[in-house]
């Protein structure tokens, strides 16, 4: 179990939700949902997520099918990966592209099926460190033919590190250890940098890098060098809440690139 919030932390964990706005989310679920799925199977995803329990179903969200947990944040994931999150992104990169896209942090895979329908020509690899949200990423990547699974952690050197769960879910398991000494540590996990998976596919330099990795991006953007001079679109999610300097060091590493802010929590960096 997650070790309880310190409220005396700078970095404190967001509330839960009330059972009020739990019962409004879920009924903007049910009606987004309903005329796409079967009826039995998406009440009974809501029914356990109303009482906490975590089982595996396969829900249409935005036009895919997508399998996720109940009582995790897979499905609110899902609707914004597939969503709008990466519209303007897309639009103004070229549908013939033909590089390589790196997915650090692939969670449950809907990114990578994102850029995979939209970059049908580039080879896109997916990283993902915990075993558990690996999992449920290969079943819903199967049938991607230009996708490449990596069970392992993005960071500023190759190796092996602790996973820890730091209170956040299933969605923010980190590298770091950045509110307590004592967090859980799930399991030991490889690591590998982003110049070795650019080396190692064969390529000169990546198309696309996104990064979603709960605060490990501070130390890749204090040593830029040996990759981001290799990435033509860095698309990375800046966890300033978890890691205090993240934003100052992403400026510094970015500052003779053109930067801009994508709806929601990505930041998008081109050469």
């Not at 801009?260 to 990505?266: I, P």
Request: hydrophobic share 45%; glycine share 8%.
């Amino acid at each position: 179990m997650p070790s309880s919030p310190d409220p005396l932390s700078p970095n404190p964990a967001p509330p839960r939700p009330t059972f009020i706005r739990r019962l409004r989310w879920h009924w903007r679920m049910l009606m987004r949902l309903v005329r796409h799925n079967p009826l039995a199977t998406l009440l009974g995803f809501l029914l356990l997520n109303l009482l906490g329990i975590k089982r595996v179903f396969r829900l249409v969200v935005r036009g895919e099918a997508v399998w996720l947990r109940s009582a995790t944040p897979d499905y609110d994931v899902a609707v914004h990966s597939l969503g709008g999150e990466f519209n303007t992104l897309i639009a103004g990169l070229s549908p013939d592209a033909s590089g390589l896209i790196i997915d650090g942090g692939g969670y449950i895979g809907t990114v990578a099926m994102r850029f995979a329908r939209a970059f049908p020509n580039c080879r896109i690899l997916t990283l993902e460190p915990s075993s558990e949200n690996l999992a449920l990423l290969r079943r819903n990547l199967a049938h991607l033919g230009n996708v490449t699974i990596i069970p392992k952690a993005i960071a500023g050197r190759s190796g092996s590190a602790p996973l820890f769960d730091v209170g956040n879910r299933e969605w923010g398991y980190s590298l770091l250890a950045w509110r307590h000494s004592d967090h859980h540590i799930l399991e030991t996990v490889e690591t590998t940098t982003i110049a070795e998976l650019i080396d190692g596919a064969g390529f000169a330099r990546a198309f696309v890098v996104k990064l979603d990795i709960e605060g490990a991006e501070r130390d890749l953007l204090l040593d830029p060098g040996p990759w981001l001079g290799r990435t033509d679109v860095l698309v990375m999610e800046l966890h300033e809440r978890l890691v205090p300097g993240t934003m100052d060091a992403y400026a510094a590493a970015t500052a003779q690139r053109r930067n801009w802010k994508l709806e929601g929590e990505k930041h998008v960096s081109m050469a």
